[in-house]
């Protein structure tokens, strides 16, 4: 099973790049630009990820990308993501930027999306890893700076598929953003949000009914609504569920608790994915090796979840076919 999960053609949907730092690559950024970190070793860092809830790991999140400063700093956080891809076997990603961590500190928005993009198409090139990149805003910020930051973006707009929304869900609820995510729309992104990870599953109702989203990103708590779950069940709506992210911001005690079984067992369209790999613990085969020890589940589920994720990417249907020609390919002879 290991090595099944392991070697599987994998995708992602659901990962931060700013979340993909490595303590060993934030020294070394923070050395290069000359920035005063407030730890001494990589070990102090790692001790500080004891988080107890998501603001306590948004609060340290934000201050790590603050080494983050120039094209190629973009570019190196990138092109090292995309070799733990090639490690993980993830053959296509969908990668979220936060362009106003950034731009708030001066860091200019072509700064961030040229250093990214720039490591992706290497990455296609060089790794054979196919990508999109969707541009998130940050909830905890208006709605205005969000429109923005839209309009910014708009210089660049081939380069991004589509639009979410991240950062503090408590208090920022999916309505803040209805006119942002019209914008989009009228505009032809695809669009996600972040929607009931430690929020109620009212935000996952919300997203759906006044942000016409596509995937919902976390979506855990729809397991405390069986209207809600049926809903999800008939429409297919895609999961982009995050196992070690949720154990680590406490959305669940320990991964036994874990809903991503029970919600996959009732038919939902649920996938994996690694979040913030550097901060949480673990890419995208942690996760999997994670739930499966915890929840006993079986090659047919790891199959389906696979499966799930590349049906439910941004990419054209002739690609679908043939990612999961792939993946058909690896299961006959393994
Ligand atoms: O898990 C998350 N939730 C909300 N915002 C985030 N920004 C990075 N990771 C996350
Ligand atoms: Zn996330």
Known sequence: MKNFINNIPKAELHLHIEGTLEPELMFKLAKRNNIKLEYKTID???????????QSFLDIYYSGAKVLQTEQDFYDLTYEYLKKCKENNVIHTEIFFDPQTHTARNIDF???ILGITKALEDGKNELAISSKLIMCFLRHLSQEDAFKTLDEAMKFKEKIIGIGLDSSELGNPPAKFKDV????????????????EEGSYEYINDALDLLNIHRIDHGV???NSDKLMQRLKDK??????CPLSNTKLKVFDDMKEHSIKQMLDYGLNVTVNSDDPSYFGGYMNDNFH???NSLN?????IIKLVKNSFNSSFITKEEKQNFIKKVDEFIKNN
Do not use: C, R, S
Not at 181 to 196: M, N
């Open 44 to 54: 102090e860092i790692k001790n500080a990820y004891n988080f107890t809830n998501l």
């Open 297 to 301: 589940l079986t090659k047919e589920d």
């Open 290 to 292: 994670a739930i499966t």
């Open 236 to 241: 297919q709506i895609a999961l982009t569920v």
């Open 181 to 196: 995510f019209k914008k989009a729309k009228e505009l032809g992104f695809k669009l996600v949000a972040h929607a009931g």
């Open 221 to 223: 708590q729809a397991i």
């Open 110 to 112: 072509k700064t961030v």
